[in-house]
């Protein structure tokens, strides 16, 4: 199974940009239509989110973020696939680069944050290319064993490379980040079970990560938040890097607090290009529900 997708992976990267977007737009729109549960989850984060100013536009934004989440999916071919260098001419642009140099000029080692918002494996693929050092990225393996292997491979390419997300992975990123090097953790997944505490999104209690907290407060170490912004028409990208607004404190339920604010604000500059459909707020096995849920049951 892995080698049957490696090479429906490759050869989906041989298509022009454009072409592939419209297919990961059919893909989208499909998958919307023929899935009550993964429409329900969409419709039911992107309300209680508010973050539409017009309520009228509800049902068109529902069905772009469809297709926004089946270009992004297909992407995944270019990003694993692809040569570093020809996914770099595929960023048009990068705002907030300026950061990055300042942190190396100071020999700081760098957090990279992104959530799952444009297309965040090639905007991490184009930031590792310009990098004169090696940035390890974080994974949660999938729940599909055979997959992993294809996503390390794609992944782990160039100056790329992965840790998983256990107590070794943990080690990679600390020593990479002491060595001066940089790391990218998508902060916006459900940690598991000690992982992480309750802190709100877009309203809602959500179990959020400790993690990024804890490595950005590692003396020497700068915390950046980025994404790629998928630019209309097959054009290519734009990489948007910006600092942390808030500093963390040492307090976990705050940091987590800070954290997720950041990544609204990110999600607000883009909101269609977010992956709604993702369970953000779920409980995981062993943890204590928040409190609002807990009187709700």
């Not at 419209?22 to 508010?50: D, I, K, Q």
């Not at 040569?83 to 907030?96: E, K, L």
């Not at 938040?225 to 339920?253: C, M, N, Q």
């Amino acid at each position: 199974m892995a080698l049957l997708v490696k090479l429906l992976l490759s050869a989906l990267a041989r298509l022009p940009l454009g072409w592939l977007q419209a297919l990961g737009a059919v893909l989208g729109r499909l998958t919307l239509h023929m899935s009550t549960t993964y429409r329900a989850r969409m419709e039911e984060n992107l309300s209680h989110s508010e973050i539409l100013a017009n309520y009228q536009l509800f049902p068109k934004a529902v069905k772009q973020c469809a297709v926004e989440t089946g270009k992004g999916a297909l992407e995944l071919a270019i990003a694993w696939c692809r040569s570093p260098q020809d996914i770099a001419r595929m960023v048009r642009d990068c705002d907030g680069w300026e950061h990055v140099e300042a942190a190396m000029a100071a020999g700081h080692g760098m957090v990279f944050v992104t959530p799952h918002l444009g297309s965040y494996d090639i905007a991490g693929r184009y930031i590792s290319h310009r990098l004169p050092f090696p940035l390890t990225a974080m994974y949660r393996p999938p729940k599909l064993s055979w997959l992993e292997p294809v996503m390390n491979a794609g992944r782990a390419r160039g100056k790329g490379k992965t840790a998983p997300a256990t107590g070794a992975g943990v080690r990679l990123l600390m020593k990479a980040l002491k060595g001066g090097e940089a790391t990218i953790i998508l902060p916006d997944q459900v940690p598991g079970n000690g992982e992480g505490v309750w802190a709100p999104f877009f309203g809602r209690p959500a179990y959020t990560m400790t993690l990024v907290p804890r490595l950005a407060q590692i003396q020497g170490v700068e915390t950046l938040l980025f994404y790629g912004e998928r630019l209309p028409a097959g054009a290519g990208f734009k990489v948007h890097i910006r600092p942390l607004p808030e500093p963390f404190s040492g307090d976990k339920t705050a940091d987590a607090a800070v954290l997720n604010r950041a990544i609204e604000k990110l999600i607000a500059e883009c909101p269609l290009q977010y992956l709604w459909s993702y369970n953000r707020y779920k409980c995981p096995a062993g943890v204590e529900p928040p409190a609002a849920q807990k009187g709700q049951q």
